[in-house]
């Protein structure tokens, strides 16, 4: 069975950093660009930041900008997301999702085939 899975989530205070891992078993997440998406409570879904298969290019949203990163393993097959000056609006549950198109780089949804279920991050003021 083909899934992702994340990890590394947690509480944190205000200015805190945390490392999100996402894994992957039954493929290689390095054929795949990788989005990293977050769902604050009574909101809706955004995107975070990806990392496209074709050239390790990446994206953030403009609210984690200079804050956030996101990198590759692949000897580990992992994903990571490294979240850096974290925010109380930071809170929320975060996905990793693996979309099979080498070259997309963005935030829509349906051009990601496999979603974990999520890990919580809080951060605490």
């Known amino acids: 069975q083909l899934q992702v899975a994340e990890s590394g989530g947690g509480l944190v205070q205000s200015g805190g950093s945390l490392r999100l891992s996402c894994s992957a078993s039954?493929?290689?997440?390095?054929?795949?660009?990788i989005g990293w998406f977050r769902q604050a409570p009574g909101k809706e879904r955004e995107g975070v930041s990806c990392?496209?298969?074709?050239?390790?290019?990446?994206k953030f949203a403009d609210s984690v900008k200079g804050r956030f990163t996101i990198s590759r393993d692949n000897a580990k097959n992992t994903v990571y997301l490294q979240m850096n000056s974290l925010k109380p609006e930071d809170t929320a549950v975060y996905y990793c999702?693996?979309?099979?198109?080498?070259?997309?780089?963005?935030?829509?949804?349906?051009?990601?085939?496999?979603w974990g279920r999520g890990t919580q991050v809080t951060v605490s003021s």
């Open positions: 039954g493929f290689t997440l390095d054929r795949y660009t």
């Open positions: 990392i496209r298969e074709y050239d390790d290019n990446t």
């Open positions: 999702a693996a979309s099979p198109n080498p070259v997309y780089l963005g935030f829509l949804e349906y051009e990601y085939r496999y």
